[in-house]
T-cell receptor
Framework: DAGVIQSPRHEVTEMGQEVTLRCKPISGHDYLFWYRQTMMRGLELLIYFNNNVPIDDSGMPEDRFSAKMPNASFSTLKIQPSEPRDSAVYFC??????????FGQGTRLTVV | DQQVKQNSPSLSVQEGRISILNCDYTNSMFDYFLWYKKYPAEGPTFLISISSIKDKNEDGRFTVFLNKSAKHLSLHIVPSQPGDSAVYFCAAGGNEKLTFGTGTRLTIIP
């Protein structure tokens, strides 16, 4: 398996634009997590899914953020409208058990 | 409110010496703990874990110690090697999800 695949690796967008981040989890993993890495807060959990169902979205910062998992092999994290303070590295991770998580390489988002 | 804290943002250690990275947590409901290693431009990778029923777990040069009464865990790397230079994240888990600390940047000096 190629591991967790995220796209794009880098995204630069203007404030107010919609941004969509994509993730393909490891095949067979039941859990999918979206994290955001910042200097101040480290790795923050935004939302996670179990068997494609959102379980906990309490980490989603605002209504501007939304996430979907239409099937077991694909998830998106959307920010609309984007703001400069959303600039960060966004990681997707998947897990078989909910314990050890395997991370993708991340998407570095810059909102100017 | 940071439930998992890594109070040292950075640490420098001479090659061959022991590196000790520390982590504190506040939630007594956490029942397993993990350390992840992260190189620049890559995602974090799992390093070692420990269950709350143990106080020590060893894997080669890496040992994790857990002190439940103090709500403290530490990662020992001995001997330290240049390839160990990375950011190390402590994570605590319970109820399906992991809570991460802010990370400690370890630099091994040749």
């Amino acid at each position: 398996d190629a591991g967790v695949i995220q796209s794009p690796r880098h995204e630069v967008t203007e404030m107010g634009q919609e941004v969509t981040l994509r993730c393909k989890p490891i095949s067979g993993h039941d859990y999918l997590f979206w994290y955001r890495q910042t200097m101040m807060r480290g790795l923050e959990l935004l939302i996670y899914f179990n068997n494609n169902v959102p379980i906990d979205d309490s980490g989603m910062p605002e209504d501007r953020f939304s996430a979907k998992m239409p099937n077991a092999s694909f998830s998106t994290l959307k920010i609309q409208p984007s703001e400069p303070r959303d600039s960060a590295v966004y990681f997707c991770a998947s897990s078989l058990s909910g314990i050890e998580a395997f991370f993708g390489q991340g998407t570095r988002l810059t909102v100017v | 409110d940071q439930q998992v804290k890594q109070n040292s943002p950075s640490l420098s250690v001479q090659e061959g010496r022991i590196s000790i990275l520390n982590c504190d947590y506040t939630n007594s409901m956490f029942d397993y703990f993990l350390w992840y290693k992260k190189y620049p431009a890559e995602g974090p990778t799992f390093l070692i874990s420990i269950s709350s029923i143990k106080d020590k777990n060893e894997d080669g040069r890496f040992t994790v110690f857990l002190n439940k009464s103090a709500k403290h865990l530490s990662l020992h790397i001995v001997p330290s090697q240049p390839g160990d230079s990375a950011v190390y994240f402590c994570a605590a888990g319970g109820n399906e999800k992991l809570t991460f600390g802010t990370g400690t940047r370890l630099t091994i000096i040749p």
